[in-house]
T-cell receptor
Framework: EAGVAQSPRYKIIEKRQSVAFWCNPI?????LYWYQQILGQGPKLLIQ????????DSQLPKDRFSAERLKGVDSTLKIQPAKLEDSAVYLC???????????FGPGTRLTVT | GENVEQHPSTLSVQEGDSAVIKCTYS??????FPWYKQELGKRPQLIID?????GEKKDQRIAVTLNKTAKHFSLHITETQPEDSAVYFC???????FGSGTRLQVQP
């Protein structure tokens, strides 16, 4: 079974620029999560999708972050404009549904200079 | 909302000793209790989980115990090895909150 795919793996941008991350979950997984993990901290949920609907985006900074899940499969997370404090690893995870094992992708390491 | 507290925040043991990490939850409706391990520079991975209809689950050197009355569940690692060094997380059942985890260091 193929795992969760993410791209790019690394990205360096200047503050005020825009960036987008892509995630392809495990086939058949209805639930998709985006997390932000700052160095030394645990993953912080940004948004959770169930199929193509948003379940929870209470911690998503909506003035600069946006996310969508196309046709309930792939997802993109965008930051516009980026700030220095957005430097982190962005993890995508999927699961068959909620309250089940989450499978994490390798993450995208974002550096904002 | 659901709240999960994890203790200790750091744990150092000698190789071969046992390690125990405890999580306390507040939502009586919680029915799924996972443990994730994250090695340095890697992604979190599920190492063991338990559902509310069982009190204990084992997988080789790892076990999870659940006390629904006291609302806590614990991760037990026996015969610790250096490769067990990592950060361990017990997210709430909806995986909305991972917290800062427990940093386990196994000294060779």
């Amino acid at each position: 079974e193929a795992g969760v795919a993410q791209s790019p793996r690394y990205k360096i941008i200047e503050k005020r620029q825009s960036v987008a991350f892509w995630c392809n979950p495990i086939s058949g997984h209805a639930t998709l999560y985006w997390y932000q993990q700052i160095l030394g901290q645990g993953p912080k949920l940004l948004i959770q999708f169930q199929n193509n609907g948003v379940v929870d985006d209470s911690q998503l900074p909506k003035d600069r972050f946006s996310a969508e899940r196309l046709k309930g499969v792939d997802s993109t997370l965008k930051i516009q404009p980026a700030k220095l404090e957005d430097s982190a690893v962005y993890l995508c995870a999927s699961s068959p549904t909620t309250a089940y094992e989450q499978y994490f992708g390798p993450g995208t390491r974002l550096t904002v200079t | 909302g659901e709240n999960v507290e994890q203790h200790p925040s750091t744990l150092s043991v000698q190789e071969g000793d046992s390690a125990v990490i405890k999580c306390t939850y507040s939502d009586s409706a919680s029915n799924y209790f996972p443990w994730y391990k994250q090695e340095l520079g890697k992604r979190p991975q599920l190492i063991i989980d338990i559902r509310s209809n069982v009190g204990e689950k084992k997988d080789q050197r790892i076990a999870v115990t659940l006390n629904k009355t006291a609302k806590h569940f614990s991760l037990h690692i026996t015969e610790t090895q250096p490769e067990d060094s990592a950060v361990y997380f017990c997210p709430d059942r909806r995986a909305l909150t991972f917290g800062s985890g427990t940093r386990l260091q196994v000294q060779p």
